[in-house]
């Protein structure tokens, strides 16, 4: 027995000094991989991505950038997705904590994001999207790719369509493969997915991103505008 552990202690040791002794190179490569991945146009449906000093540093386990612009493609679609035109950050670092769950903390000295007009209709006590819709896929994908992961964002500023809102703390995280938490500053926000569509649940409210079928044939005809 002890001699198993020796030689797992001997391993992970082993393993350690090499990526000491090989950091630099290791992040240098990294770093050189992310961009250039980056760099790559996928076409006019996919979004694109402009940046200034993006960095990695394995053994901080962290990304940096000083600016990182993503800029969604304008389609005539109603996918949810097209809600946003675009997601700025400046002056960032993201760091990973291994543990459970992978921790994803990023602290950024602001974050603007630009957000199309959307159109909502009250029906009972839910507002309604008239303008976006939503489609499984999407949740489904994101449920896929983040499932376990936490991910932590601290801006100083955060700005949406020109408006500062100051500082704030968000934190989100799948509860199960139907529902996501959205922590604002310590409210939480209920995000799940149903038959009809998207349903976000805040303290005060309800909001609805249905799926453009069940609108259009059940919900149109008995809607009033807000």
Not at 126 to 154: A, C, G, P, W
């Amino acid at each position: 027995m002890k001699s198993v552990l020796f030689s797992i202690v001997f391993i992970v040791s082993g393993l350690l000094s090499v990526i000491i002794i090989y950091s630099d190179d290791l992040s240098e490569k990294l770093t050189y991989n992310l961009n250039r991945n980056l760099n790559v146009d996928w076409g006019d449906n996919h979004p694109k991505f402009l940046k200034q000093r993006l960095t990695v540093d394995v053994l901080d386990l962290s990304v940096s950038w000083d600016y990182f612009n993503i800029l969604f493609p304008y389609t005539e679609t109603a996918l949810i997705l097209n809600v946003l035109s675009n997601i700025q950050s400046n002056g960032c670092i993201s760091k990973i904590s291994l543990s459970l769950n992978f921790k994803i903390k990023i602290i950024c000295n602001e974050i603007r994001i630009n957000l199309k007009k959307n159109k909502w209709t009250k029906y009972n006590k839910l507002h309604i999207s008239r303008t976006f819709f939503f489609e499984r896929r999407v949740f489904d994908d994101l449920y896929d790719k983040q499932s376990n992961f936490v991910v932590n964002i601290d801006t100083t500023n955060l700005v949406i369509n020109k408006i500062n809102l100051g500082h704030h703390v968000i934190e989100y995280s799948f509860v199960d493969k139907g529902n996501i938490q959205l922590m604002i500053d310590g409210e939480v926000v209920i995000l799940t997915k149903k038959h009809e569509g998207l349903n976000i649940h805040t303290v005060d409210s309800n909001y609805f991103f249905l799926n453009r079928n069940f609108f259009h044939n059940t919900i149109k005809r008995e809607i009033t505008d807000i």
